[in-house]
């Protein structure tokens, strides 16, 4: 079978984030991973932007494992949006995103965003003078 790749955000409750839940659950599924934002607040909460990387199923059944034991599990693509109604193509994220997913469409003067690329680094959020882009959790 071939392997998938697929940006997630976990987020690890209070009582979860004084354990080795990545390190378990790559080495109990055989992930290759790539971690692409990680804040962890001490005795509150941690978040973790990665990529996993493994044959379709296998990776569902690490989510699935993740999930059971209380770690909230969402798609990157869901944290960071483009509200269109306030975005006016300025193009001050497009300098700022380190990862592609912003670029000027330069026939339209547009710019156009690939949710599908994006890290959430949240660059974009603060670069953004009309507050376009958003968080959304």
């Known amino acids: 079978m071939a392997k998938t790749s697929k940006k997630i955000v976990l987020k690890f409750p209070h009582r979860l984030i004084e354990q080795p839940i990545v390190?378990?659950?790559v080495?109990?599924?055989n992930l290759d991973f790539n971690i692409l934002k990680a804040y962890?607040?001490?005795?509150?909460?941690?978040l973790l932007v990665l990529e996993f990387t493994a044959e379709e199923d296998v990776l569902n059944d690490a989510i699935k494992h993740l999930t059971q034991i209380g770690v909230i599990v969402q798609n990157l693509s869901q944290d960071v949006l483009r509200n269109e109604v306030k975005c006016t193509h300025c193009g001050a994220c497009v300098v700022i995103c380190p990862?592609?997913?912003l670029v000027m469409d330069h026939l339209t003067k547009k710019v156009l965003f690939y949710d599908n690329k994006c890290i959430a680094c949240e660059l974009c959020i603060?670069?953004?003078p009309t507050r376009a882009m958003e968080l959304h959790f």
């Open 126 to 128: 603060k670069a953004c």
């Open 40 to 46: 962890i607040t001490p005795r509150e909460e941690g």
């Open 99 to 101: 990862a592609g997913a």
């Open 23 to 25: 390190c378990d659950t």
């Open 27 to 29: 080495k109990k599924y």
